[in-house]
């Protein structure tokens, strides 16, 4: 069934909601983070302080952090670069090989590494399709491009399919 490559192993309201402690004992160490509408609002280059704060805390941890972002390397480079993270841009989700590329750079395995992002179809897809644990970030009401209209209605019917039916 297609629909299981698109299902989050977790789900989450926001990144500083992810328990790394819980990632570690699950055997998670590194982990790769999507940018928009994951660690910055779209088209925003203020991380907030509280997402500063639970990027240091992992990084701190047992943890390798590594980007991987749609997102052009110019706008990578001016939000990431002071948060001293290491990225894999312009990745072309959910192909495969920026997430290849990714845990290269962090010298973990699959089976030793998660994803976290918003978009099921790219994030969510991508992770599954190699075996790297999934968190979904649903934001309430995103910020984003228009087009992105249909998809997000779309990751609704999906996310709707995965809940267990009612007797
Ligand atoms: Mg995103």
């Given at each position: ?36 509408n ?10 907030e ?7 240091q805390?992992?990084?701190t ?23 001293g ?83």
């Amino acid at each position: 069934m297609v629909l299981k490559w698109l299902k989050p192993r977790q789900t989450v309201g926001f990144l500083t909601e992810i328990d790394i402690e819980h990632l570690l004992d699950q055997g998670i160490r590194g982990l790769l983070l999507d940018l928009d509408n994951t660690i910055v609002a779209w088209d925003s280059h203020d991380v907030e302080l509280a997402v500063v704060d639970w990027l240091q805390r992992a990084k701190t941890s047992a943890l390798s952090l590594c980007l991987v972002t749609n997102a052009k390397l110019e706008r990578v480079e001016r939000t990431i670069r002071p948060l001293g993270i290491p990225y894999v841009a312009l990745a072309r989700k959910p192909m495969l090989r920026g997430f290849k590329k990714a845990m290269h750079m962090l010298g973990t395995a699959p089976a030793e590494t998660a994803m976290v992002g918003d978009q099921i179809f790219t994030d969510v897809l991508g992770a599954n399709l190699l075996g790297v644990y999934s968190i979904l970030i649903q934001l309430p009401d995103p910020k984003e491009q228009w087009w992105m209209k249909g998809t997000r209605r779309l990751e609704k019917w999906v996310m709707k399919q995965h809940k267990p039916t009612k007797a």
